[in-house]
Nanobody, 119 residues
Framework: QVQLVESGGGLVQAGGSLRLSCAAS????????MGWYRQAPGKQRELVATITSGGITTYADSLKGRFTISRDNAKNTVYLQMNSLKPEDTAVYYC?????????????WGQGTQVTVSS
């Protein structure tokens, strides 16, 4: 059974920092691309950042320079370091694990963790 468990969310003032963690189980973690997505109230879920099994990272253009994704394969955990937070970063942040086996994509999601940035 695949489980992705996010933690580290909370309430922070604008300009502050948070580090989110996502612990994975039930998958061969090192083989999966991992990602963070977020969904603000009334908006669609959007990409925040991804990291491939080989460690290549991508970011939403608007977040480059403030957010950093990383992974620790020994701990089956992916992280999202968020700095200089803004009220518009307020959202539920979701962890994603993705892999393509032959032609079939497989995606798994965590339950989400709330991040609230006060002005």
């Amino acid at each position: 059974q695949v489980q992705l468990v996010e933690s580290g969310g909370g309430l922070v003032q604008a300009g502050g920092s948070l580090r989110l963690s996502c612990a994975a189980s039930g998958i061969i973690f090192s083989s999966y691309a991992m990602g963070w997505y977020r969904q603000a109230p009334g908006k669609q879920r959007e990409l925040v950042a991804t990291i491939t099994s080989g460690g290549i990272t991508t970011y939403a253009d608007s977040l480059k320079g403030r957010f950093t994704i990383s992974r620790d394969n020994a701990k089956n955990t992916v992280y999202l370091q968020m700095n200089s937070l803004k009220p518009e970063d307020t959202a539920v942040y979701y962890c994603n694990a993705a892999i393509r086996i032959l032609t079939s994509p497989h995606n798994y999601w965590g339950q989400g963790t709330q991040v609230t940035v006060s002005s």
